[in-house]
């Protein structure tokens, strides 16, 4: 069974730091991308990261540019989102995401993970 596990979400007040981890398990052989999007409340599901894990390109969001890193552990099937200088506004469900991928193109989401919550407060 395919499995996308996130944790390190929490709470910080604003200006704080905190990694997620997500750890793939399962049959990932098809996988060639994996992100992370964000939905805070009554809001639409953001994507907020995401890395070609066959060429290393990374993709992030203008809102959190200069504050938020995504790296890969390829020996662990794992990613990892360090958010620095956190805003209110970075509160949020996180989830996990990983699809396969046409060439140097990522395709639409295909997995996820349960999500971690994200709390910033002012």
């Known amino acids: 069974q395919v499995q996308l596990v996130e944790s390190g979400g929490g709470s910080v007040q604003a200006g704080g730091s905190l990694r997620l981890s997500c750890a793939a398990s399962?049959?990932?052989?098809?996988?060639?991308?994996m992100g992370w999007l964000r939905q805070a409340p009554g809001k639409e599901r953001e994507q907020v990261a995401r890395?070609?894990?066959?060429?290393?390109?990374?993709t992030i969001t203008d809102s959190v540019k200069g504050r938020f890193t995504l790296t890969r552990d390829n020996a662990l099937n794992t990613v990892y989102l360090q958010m620095n200088n956190l805003k209110p506004e970075d509160t949020a469900m996180y989830y996990c995401?990983?699809?396969?991928?046409?060439?140097?193109?990522?395709?639409?989401?295909?997995?996820w993970g349960q999500g971690t919550q994200v709390t910033v407060s002012s």
């Open positions: 890395i070609h894990l066959g060429i290393g390109v990374t």
């Open positions: 995401a990983a699809s396969g991928a046409f060439g140097g193109r990522c395709l639409a989401w295909t997995d």
């Open positions: 399962g049959v990932t052989g098809n996988w060639r991308c």
